[in-house]
Every structure is written in C-alpha cells, then in structure tokens.
C-alpha cells in the first residue's frame, strides 16, 4: 500500500498541471437524440462492456500461457488503485496529450508498481488503441475471469479501521464454507460510516451481504423503537 501511494504521488507530481482546464476547455461534442428510450447511450454501455472484457480474457490468456495467473491478478489489483485516481484517469482519456507522454507516465507506473513485463506491454496497447479510458472495466472483467478459472470467490471486507491478518483469515475461511469455492480472494475497504465492526459482502457481483456493523445494529433497533424516521448520528 505504501507503494502505491507513492505511486500516486509521484504521478501527480509528474501530470500536467493544466490537464483538467484543457480538458474542460475543449468543445463538449453535440449530439442528436434518436431515440427516447436511452438506447443509443445503452448500445454504448454495451460496446464499452465487450471491448474491456475482450481485452481482459486476452491478458489472462497471456497470463496462463506465462503461467501467471496471481501475479497477475496482483498488478492488476494495484493498477485498480492506481487508476481509482481521477486525476490519472482524466489525464489517460484527455485527447490533446500525446501518446508519448502517455506512454512516459506508463513508464511510471510500471516502474513504482513493480508489474509485470506483459501487465506494462497491456497498458501500452491500451494507450496505442486509444482504450486506456475503460482500464477501470478491464480491471472488473479480468478479476471476473480470474474468478472463474481458479473457482475464486471474491470477498469485499469493508470495516472503519484495518482488520489483522488472522481475522481476515477467518472470515474468508467462512465464506469459503458458505460458497464451497476452492480458494477465497479478500478485497478489504475501509468505510468510517459503519461505524465500528464490519461487513461482508461475496456472491455473485456481491449479491449477498453479511453485516456484522454497529451501524446495521443501531438501524435494527431504530426500527424496533419504531424510531426510523430519525436521523441516527455516525
């Protein structure tokens, strides 16, 4: 984590500081509506979604071929971080930077990250075919595919303050009992709205919730009062 955030760091320290003004300079692009229904904006979300799942079963089939499947999946994880930055990910998708700066930031990336050589010769494909904007998609699919071909079950942890190794292994081994997965990866987030304690969050795209927060348990009482409508201080 504390690569990361210098990372980050030096990443902000190395973009343009005019980037966001000509970006939001440029002339917005008008279009015609022609249809009503969202269809248009749909058939978009829809091309987005199949070229970044396109590109992450290429890179995991690199990475099976390379036979490195979690090493992979760990410079994946840090270019999530990475990317989360919208700064970083506003300077990628802004037009009037070349594509030699991009790649010189890449560069960056790479060498503070530590990646893999085929993760960096991915991204610089990526800047090549002008696809670096949907890396946040790529990184959900590919995680989506790593899943299935080791039979991993994702588990997003999310708690106020960073929970110790040993509980974490306890909770992925309780989540491996409840799914049957062969092997649990933890994601943990840190959410001071929950006050204290934790949740769990695992399925598929999380469709199941174990809430274990003070949060839920003051909202749980709240309602036993019969007391919903106020506002509970977090």
């Known amino acids: 984590m504390a690569s990361l955030q210098k990372t980050l760091f030096s990443l902000q320290s190395k973009l343009p500081p005019s ?42 089939d690199v990475a099976k071929r390379n036979d490195s ?22 300077f990628f998708a802004n037009p009037t930077i070349t594509v030699e700066k991009k ?15 085929h993760t960096s010769n991915f991204l610089n494909v990526l800047v090549d075919a002008n696809r670096i904007n949907i890396v946040t998609e790529i990184v959900k699919e590919f995680e989506l595919v790593y899943n299935k071909l080791t039979d991993t079950q994702l588990a997003e942890v999310r708690s106020v303050v960073k ?7 306890q909770i992925a081994k309780q989540v491996q009992k409840l799914t049957g997965a062969k092997n649990v990866r933890v994601k943990t987030v840190i959410d001071a709205s ?41």
């Open 103 to 117: 790649r010189q930031v890449i560069d960056d990336i790479v060498k503070s990250s530590s990646l893999q050589s």
């Open 69 to 90: 499947m979690e090493s992979t999946v760990t410079d994946i994880e840090k270019l999530e971080q990475v990317f989360s930055d919208p700064q970083v990910l506003n």
């Open 194 to 234: 929950l006050v204290a304690g934790f949740t769990i969050r695992y399925g598929d795209s999380g469709s199941k919730l174990i809430d274990m927060s003070v949060k839920k348990q003051l909202e749980d009482i709240a309602q036993q009062l019969e007391l919903g409508e106020i506002q509970l201080a977090t």
């Open 163 to 169: 929970l110790e190794p040993p509980q974490l292994a």
């Open 19 to 60: 980037s966001f003004q000509i970006a939001r300079s440029l002339p917005m692009r008008k279009t015609i509506p022609i249809r009503t229904n969202g269809g248009s904006s749909a058939a978009g979300a829809r091309m987005s979604a199949s070229a970044a799942s396109s590109y992450a079963m290429a890179l995991a």
